[in-house]
């Protein structure tokens, strides 16, 4: 069953923001203690190797702990200090105290230090005012004072001010204060001007993008990922040959890896994506495996297609079941065709369901498939027409056999043109054996067309036979190489007739030496003789008994001959008979005459009438006479008349 639960390209889910935090402004002269603390508590970023385990040694989380307690014990001491300073009147510790206080989450304690230092001339407090009374929901009164803070310099408030205004619809606002902080080094305000000027389709997006992802922020380097893997796609789809597109692809993958190795679960699976198409499928694994164990559906879906692909079936279905269950039905596709190839029709109409449940409508497509397998024909068509009118093009086309099956050819007409305008190749040939049915051949040998330009083996024999039907030898031969070169051996015998043809006589060798240069049309002749077609195979034994090798030219008319064809066993017979096998010569003549071959009758009552069995001679003259064609009707005639005479004398 051809089921449409493989691996998809992975597509684009459309560009994903995380909301960035407003950042708390700390003085320079904030003490290295509440970096100590910060650090201790970041997470440990596992997903360089996918092979780390996540769990801590029990000695180190011991060790951490320690630390933690040291470096609060320390903070302790720090923010005491920082308050007896500010009750001194100290602004800078003002400012300090209230950072302190603010990342905290005390804003009772943190915003009569704020505004104090605020009052005093702090930038960095008058920014971090305005995050605290954002946190309160003041966002007039916080936008006020960081407006304040960026007027005096400070990134951080030019940064949040820009995102208020944005919030608020005010792009042009919003671009000015982001431009500030962008220009001023700001990440973040870097990477929210290029957000903007993306959604406003802005070509110099790219470039702050780039400045942010530069800098560290995972995010835009993801995104500038995304823009240039687009870019490279459009690249191959046009067939530019200018390196453009390979450039970019590259430069893709390093931003891809480095936004991987900052966590970025979508870029890891992007990034095992175009490892697995270059065919370095262990690193990819990997980078889908780092992906998945994040929570990446998709990265788990692929992982299992990469396992199920190394003959790894159970551990494959264990990554689609966790994808599934995540809501993935590319994944959930994959299960139901698993269970249907064990022969699990019940499980996997369960998944297809399931598929379909999770909006990849390649569930009803598969369960029509899977329905028209067991002969449930109106469930089956139930199924292709839910997927054709979600613009499922198979199942269109599937839809549209079906109903041609059933002798409703007006009804299947226009689901093959809808699969067909959709881009389904097999729909634009059944379309061409639909209208040569109805004797249109020239709509017919449009459609042909039109499936062969996309590679339609049997659509390009159609097209071959067509053009030579109509005497344009050069596109027939064009077409009859592709359909051969697709594994035609139709094709491929029509193409080494036609080259026959056009052979010059075969010049006569000295002493009669055979020949044993092989030309064009006999390597075509033997390419259909070894896909199994007859007259190919008789061809193939003719050209070898004209080289004068025997032991060949009855192997292939044997073969063609057990095939069924009645002049390989006629030439099989004829080749027996010179070798002086005659009553296996005999054998092979009855067979081909039983299948109609009139020579092989004539050869029969010959040989009949010679042994002195007349009547059966003159049965056999009677068949050939039957049979023809006309030459061999007029002798068996005479030899008929003969044996007769003879017998009534």
């Not at 820009?162 to 700001?186: S, V």
């Not at 190839?341 to 019940?346: A, F, I, K, L, P």
């Not at 007259?535 to 090798?549: N, P, S, T």
């Not at 005999?586 to 009552?605: N, V």
């Amino acid at each position: 069953m051809d089921v449409m639960g493989d691996k998809a390209t992975l597509f684009g889910t459309g560009r994903f923001v995380r909301s960035a935090d407003r950042l708390v402004d700390r003085p320079a002269e904030q003490s290295a203690a509440m970096s100590a603390h910060r650090l201790a508590h970041q997470s440990v970023d596992h997903s360089a190797d996918s092979s780390v385990d996540p769990s801590v040694d029990p000695a180190v989380e011991q060790a951490i702990d320690q630390a933690v307690e040291r470096d609060e014990a320390g903070e302790a001491a720090e923010e005491a200090r920082q308050r007896l300073a500010a009750e001194a009147g100290d602004v800078q510790a003002m400012s300090v105290l209230g950072a302190m206080l603010l990342r905290r989450g005390d804003l009772d304690g943190a915003e009569p230090q704020l505004r104090a230092a605020t009052a005093a001339g702090d930038r960095a407090a008058a920014n971090n005012l305005g995050v605290l009374l954002h946190q309160r929901g003041y966002a007039e009164e916080a936008a006020g004072w960081w407006r304040i803070a960026a007027v005096a310099g400070s990134a951080a408030a030019a940064h949040a001010l820009g995102r208020h205004h944005r919030e608020r619809g005010d792009e042009p606002a919003a671009e000015y204060w982001l431009r500030q902080a962008a220009e001023q080094g700001h990440v973040l305000g870097a990477y929210a001007l290029a957000d903007l000027l993306e959604h406003r389709g802005d070509d110099s997006a790219e470039q702050w993008m780039r400045a942010a992802a530069e800098r560290g922020h995972r995010e835009a380097a993801y995104r500038l990922a995304r823009t240039l893997d687009r870019r490279a796609l459009c690249e191959q789809e046009a067939g530019a040959d200018n390196g453009v597109g390979t450039s970019a692809l590259e430069e893709a993958e390093q931003w891809y890896r480095q936004a991987a190795a900052r966590g970025h679960r979508r870029a890891a699976l992007h990034l095992g994506a175009i490892l697995e198409r270059r065919g370095d499928l262990k690193e990819a694994g990997r980078w889908y495996l780092t992906s998945a164990k994040d929570g990446e559906a998709r990265a788990a879906c692929a992982l299992g297609f990469l396992l199920r692909d190394a003959g790894d079936a159970e551990s494959a279905a264990v990554w689609w079941l966790r994808a599934a269950h995540e809501g993935d039905g590319n994944a959930a596709n994959a299960l139901g065709a698993l269970h249907a190839e064990r022969g699990e029709t019940q499980t996997a109409e369960r998944w297809y369901r399931a598929a379909m449940d999770a909006g990849d409508v390649n569930g009803a497509y598969n369960l029509g498939l899977l329905c028209a397998e067991q002969g449930r024909t109106a469930q089956a068509e139930q199924w292709y027409r839910r997927a054709a009118y979600a613009g499922h093009r198979e199942a269109a086309n599937a839809l549209a056999i079906l109903l041609l099956q059933g002798g409703d050819a007006t009804g299947a007409e226009p689901w093959f043109s809808k699969a067909a305008e959709a881009g389904s190749v097999d729909a634009a040939f059944n379309l061409g054996i639909l209208y040569a049915g109805r004797g249109d051949d020239d709509t017919a040998l449009g459609w042909y067309e039109r499936a062969a330009a996309a590679g339609h083996t049997e659509a390009a024999l159609q097209v071959g036979i067509a053009r030579l039907r109509q005497g344009d030898e050069q596109t027939a031969e064009r077409h009859l190489r592709c359909a051969a070169g697709g594994g035609s051996a139709e094709a491929a015998y029509r193409l080494a007739t036609l080259l026959d043809a056009r052979r010059p006589p075969a010049p006569a060798h000295e002493l009669g030496e055979p020949s044993h240069e092989k030309s064009e049309c006999e390597e075509w002749y033997e390419r259909a003789a070894s896909q199994g077609h007859r007259r190919a195979q008789v061809r193939v034994g003719m050209l070898a008994a004209a080289r004068g090798d025997v032991v060949e030219a009855a192997r292939w008319y044997r073969e063609a001959a057990e095939g069924g064809s009645r002049n390989g066993a006629f030439n099989l017979g004829l080749l027996l008979a010179r070798e002086g096998s005659e009553p296996e010569a005999a054998l092979w003549w009855t067979r081909a005459a039983d299948a109609g071959h009139g020579r092989a009758a004539l050869r029969l009552a010959l040989v009949y009438a010679r042994r002195g069995e007349l009547a059966e001679g003159q049965r056999w003259a009677d068949r050939a006479v039957s049979l023809g064609p006309a030459e061999v009707a007029e002798r068996a005639a005479r030899l008929r008349d003969a044996l007769r005479e003879e017998l009534s004398a």
